[in-house]
């Protein structure tokens, strides 16, 4: 249960910024920016996705700071009335058609700091996934790390024992004696090493970041769609309340992500696949050993290819960024100019908002 997964945790006080009116773009704005994102989409070579706790309403499970969220109501003495268990929580439009998108070789990496393990009961492949906070749905040997599928939640958070054996005999043929905890972060733990160098790695490397369902409050999580920035790619958040980053986007949509992709779906020509429980690996979890460990190979491999591609030439891509605000550019490209448009009206509607400030959550650098 969601509210069980929050209950779990430590007390912590600073949550960030709770329960912002949530704001929708007009039909017509939200065709015209979807329109956009699939011309993004279209032309960039390394896509990635950051998922955060509003891809997973759809399914029946609360987010965290939203107007009805956990931390939000828990302000007021209130739980939330929609609830779904971990176990029956299905995956939602967003989520399959994320695994579409990197089947068609359109996203390139999915980060998400959601632990209800949607994204693997979708079947995206973990070669392409970094879960940053942890899976309910999966284990982890205090020894060897190795990581394994669940056939069911977990019914602790927070990295305790259950007591089962470590099971890296059956994968890689050495036995190993240690035991499995569960997976889950508390506030003080450190993120899995593995995935934070992957998400990093892939962030930098991009030339488009989509932030769906999140507003980035949470360190280092929120600041991985930055490394695109820097590194001169292109900024979408697609999100219903404002976020910390804002003010860096080419391109806010303020919508339902399932309508987002729903739409950019229909413009790219794609059809949406339905969640189909032969590719769910928690489904074969009770019979078969499932491994979930990153796998060294491609860290090595998306290390080398980060380091050909950013190391040293951080400026020089700065410089294509600073350049690509210029008029001459703005008038030869077609998307830019769109999308300083939108830009520019985006900043226009926040000037109501100026009041919200979206600050980090303080003392998370090492955190959910
Ligand atoms: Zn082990």
Redesign the pocket.
Known sequence: MSCNYADGLSPYENKGILGVPEKFDSIDKFIKKCELLAQFINQAKHVVVHTGAGISTSAGIPDFRGPNGVWTLEREGKRPSINISFADALPTKTHMILKKLVECNKVHYIVSQNIDGLHLKSGLPRKYLSELHGNMFIDE?N??K?QFVRHSPVETVGKKCSGIP?A?EHVTGRP?R?RLYDGVLDWEHSLPENDLLMSEWHSSIADLSICLGTTLQIVPSGNLPIETVKYGGNLVICNLQPTKHDNKADLIINYYVDDILEKVMEILGLDIPTYCENDNPIKRADSTIIDWTIDRRDVVQLEKLFKSKCKGVKKKRNLVKSKRNSSDLILLNGVCDKSKIVKRDIKEENVINEDIKIEPVENTSETL
Do not use: I, N, P, T
């Open positions: 040997c020894l060897c190795r470590c890296a190993c240690g």
